[in-house]
């Protein structure tokens, strides 16, 4: 009779987790420890966030790994354009770290210069082209390990939207379907789902596609020459342009009470420059005029 009613009490607790276990999985923030900078494409040589990635990576003393994957096709590299691009963002000396097979993403040769890096950074190109090669592999583990010691990891475009734990435009088809064949990402930011190119593309309503079937996601549009700067609940937005917040609310520096709002399904809100947002409560805790 004992057995019988403990092996109840277990089925119980296993099937009705704690309130606080139940909810853990929904709750959006960054790392505790390290930082995210997640770019949304376009021109960034003229503005501050190249500089921002590189003095946080650890300035002259940095050690970058770039992973340019997500443009890779038939593993053709171009170093050069790579070599000019961040002579220009003032970060002369890099690795490019690349493989399109997950089994040497496993190796311990393969990550060590993850292991060493101080700063990682992703280029632009289709993100699951980076969640094939790297996705539950030693590398991700690394990169993780690299945030657990305080290390930065930037991605502009696909680089930005890898970051999240959705990937928005994961199909292999088309970067038109919002809900494709590749899906998860690779978490540094929980239950998050980022977009990018957003008003320069004019995409600012398709990230509803997502949050139709998934509600418990926040989704975070970045603009181009734009990016968030991620540091446990908190991000900041720097760059040139917005970023657009979807979380079923609405924000505004001129108050709410004149504006007339569509349903909570239907709203976003636009944050610039020096504008900080609480990731874990969903609403902006600061704003710089």
């Given amino acids: ?8 009490l277990l089925t119980i607790i ?47 003393s940095a050690k970058i790994v770039v992973i340019p994957t997500a443009f890779v096709i038939n593993n053709q590299i171009d170093t050069a354009l790579l070599e000019r691009n ?5 970060i002369p000396n890099f690795t490019i770290l690349h493989t399109s097979d997950p089994s040497v993403a496993n190796t311990d040769e393969f990550v060590k210069p ?14 699951w ?14 990169m993780l390990k690299l945030l657990d010691r305080g290390g930065v990891i930037a991605g502009s475009s696909a680089g930005a939207t890898i970051q999240g734990s959705y990937l928005a435009r994961g199909d292999t088809k088309n970067n038109q379907i919002m809900m494709g064949d590749h899906e998860i990402g690779f978490g540094f930011i929980s239950n998050i789902t980022i977009d990018q190119h ?62 007339q709002l569509p349903e909570k399904n239907q709203m976003f809100y636009f944050l610039k420059s020096g504008d900080k947002y609480n990731l874990r409560k ?3 805790i600061q704003v710089w005029e």
């Fill in 282 to 284: 969903r609403q902006v």
């Fill in 14 to 60: 296993f099937l009705f987790p704690k309130d606080g276990e139940a909810q853990e999985g929904k709750i959006t923030t960054g790392h505790k420890n390290g930082t995210l900078i997640a770019i949304g494409g376009g021109e960034i040589s003229d503005t501050e966030i190249m500089a921002k990635f590189r003095n946080l990576a650890g300035g002259d």
């Fill in 86 to 90: 961040f002579n220009e963002y003032g």
């Fill in 114 to 127: 993850i292991k060493e890096a101080t700063g990682i950074y992703f280029t632009g190109g289709r993100h």
């Fill in 129 to 142: 082209r980076i969640a094939d090669s790297y996705l539950n592999t030693k590398a991700h583990k690394e």
């Fill in 1 to 8: 009779m004992f057995r019988i009613a403990f092996s109840i």
């Fill in 198 to 259: 957003v008003l320069s593309r004019n995409r600012q309503f398709d990230m509803f596609t997502i949050l139709e079937r998934k509600p418990e996601l926040l989704g975070i549009g970045i603009d181009e020459s734009t990016a968030i700067i991620v540091k446990g609940d908190v991000f900041e937005v720097i760059g040139k342009s917005y970023v657009l917040v979807y979380d079923t609310a609405f924000w505004s520096r001129e108050g709410l009470d004149m504006k």
